[in-house]
């Protein structure tokens, strides 16, 4: 059965300063996706960043990059110049079919402070 | 962008009651939507996965008697909880897809307490 571990509960960054949470997963299938997504405390969930596996190179949106290392079976996320508004718990998720559920990690929880 | 809404945000019930949550795409067709219950400062649960036309697929543990879904049209999925008790108060999330696997757009959840 395919899996999502984060080892990290709580991180706390100060602002403007650079984050990385872990993920890693398992899993036996060659092609597969990966997302981070962000639940601030009004508990929306936020698409932060997406990829695929067979795209060898690491997304990036803005502030937000990831280090895919597919034969680590990691995907961790960085998070750049921390802002206040970036304080929300992180979920790394998994699938490996489109349109099927998503697989979560248990989230770790991020604190910034000024 | 895909838009997904879900209503209510917020119910209180009675135990013994049901309650109806209604989650809407409104500018997608979603082929597939699911259901999560969220525990406080836990992850999502995935309770059951429903396309438009079929019955749902329920995970195991999940009691499909006492969770009603019903995915009527490409746009609207509804979760009725039957007879609720207070161990049914959580946090319901719905999320629909078109079937790529860039398009998972979550609704805004539902906190659910019956007293």
């Known amino acids: 059965a395919q899996t999502v571990t984060q080892s990290q509960p709580e991180m706390s960054v100060q602002e403007a300063e650079t984050v990385t949470l872990s993920c890693t997963y398992d899993t036996s299938e060659s092609n597969y996706y990966l997302f981070w997504y962000k639940q601030p405390p009004s508990r929306q969930m936020i698409l932060v960043i997406r990829q695929e596996a067979y795209k060898q190179q690491n997304a990036t949106e803005n502030r937000f990059s990831v280090n895919f290392q597919k034969a680590a079976k990691s995907f961790s996320l960085k998070i750049s110049d921390s802002q206040l508004g970036d304080t929300a718990m992180y979920f790394c998720?998994?699938?490996?079919?489109?349109?099927?559920?998503?697989?979560f990690g248990k989230g770790t929880t991020l604190s910034v402070s000024s | 962008g895909a838009v997904v809404s879900q209503h209510p945000s917020r119910v209180i019930c009675k135990s013994g009651t049901s309650v109806k949550i209604e989650c809407r795409s409104l500018?997608?067709?979603?082929?597939?939507m699911f259901w999560y219950r969220q525990f406080p400062k836990q992850s999502l649960m995935l309770m059951a996965t429903?396309?438009?036309?079929?019955?749902?697929?329920?995970e195991q543990g999940v009691e499909k008697d006492k969770f009603l879904i019903n995915h009527a049209s490409l746009t609207l999925s509804t979760l009725t909880v039957t007879s609720a008790h207070p161990e049914d108060s959580s946090f319901y999330i719905c999320?629909?897809?078109?079937?790529?696997?860039?398009?998972?757009?979550f609704g805004s959840g539902t906190r659910l307490t019956v007293v």
């Open positions: 429903s396309n438009e036309g079929s019955k749902a697929t329920y």
């Open positions: 998720a998994f699938t490996d079919q489109a349109g099927t559920a998503l697989i």
């Open positions: 999320s629909a897809t078109t079937g790529s696997h860039y398009g998972y757009t």
């Open positions: 500018d997608f067709q979603a082929t597939t």
